[in-house]
């Protein structure tokens, strides 16, 4: 099964500062057809999980351009570019290339 | 508007059964492989199972965990997935979430509670 791990597992941010997560994959990530289907998720708190990011850095319909999403192959980071009252919850990356899909931890994002 | 609905959770003892199900609405439920996911009370999302769309053979993909106790299945007429958890254990206790194969939307989930 591919391993994936976050960095860090707790961030307090300041309201309007940026904020970034990182997520390692235990091996590559690209698909045989060509696409990395590595994928950010947002869970807010008592709420089911929404899909920010797809395919590495595809910001999903309705989702706010401050989140983005890059990297490659086994590393990927997800970036707020600044950190609003409503983007506090737990943020998740997932594969889908390979089964089992798998996810990271979760990273708390909160206000300090 | 995309809509996925869980339902059939509840309380039930060790070694028994239970099955939820999916009900979709505002989009053409045949066309999507449709995913099943799982969150433990206060852990982290685990993903349970994948069954394809018919055009893809309507097979299936299951977690380690749940291979051989867990059985995805759909009705394409009735826009309906079922996830049927039978020999539950108490390790199976979580809110269980159904979604599409583009991950999106996400329903509210059905908490399942397994205990004697």
């Known amino acids: 099964d591919i391993v994936m791990t976050q960095t860090p597992l707790s961030s307090p941010v300041t309201l309007g500062q940026p904020a970034s997560i990182s997520c390692r994959s235990s091996?590559?990530?690209?698909?045989?057809?060509?696409?990395?289907?590595l994928s950010w998720l947002q869970q807010r708190p008592g709420q089911p999980p929404r899909l920010l990011i797809y395919k590495i850095s595809n910001r999903f319909s309705g989702v706010p351009d401050r989140f983005s999403g890059s990297g490659a192959g086994t590393d990927f980071t997800l970036k707020i570019s600044r950190v609003e009252a409503e983007d506090v919850g737990v943020y998740y990356c997932m594969q889908a290339t390979q089964f089992p899909h798998t996810f990271g931890p979760g990273t708390k994002v909160d206000i300090k | 508007e995309v809509q996925l609905v869980e339902s059939g959770g509840g309380l039930v003892q060790p070694g028994r059964s239970l099955r939820l199900s999916c009900t979709a609405s505002g989009f053409t439920f045949g066309d999507y492989a449709m995913s099943w996911f799982r969150q433990a009370p206060g852990k982290g999302l685990e993903w349970v199972g994948f069954i394809r769309s018919k055009a893809y053979g309507g097979t299936t993909e299951y977690a380690a965990s749940v291979k051989g106790r867990f059985t995805i299945s759909r009705d394409d007429s009735k826009s309906i997935a079922y996830l049927q958890m039978n020999s539950l254990k108490t390790e199976d206790t979580a809110v269980y979430y159904c979604?599409?194969?583009?991950?999106?939307?996400w329903g509210q989930g059905t908490l399942v509670t397994v205990s004697s």
């Open positions: 979604t599409r194969i583009t991950f999106d939307p």
């Open positions: 091996q590559s990530l690209v698909h045989s057809d060509g696409n990395t289907y």
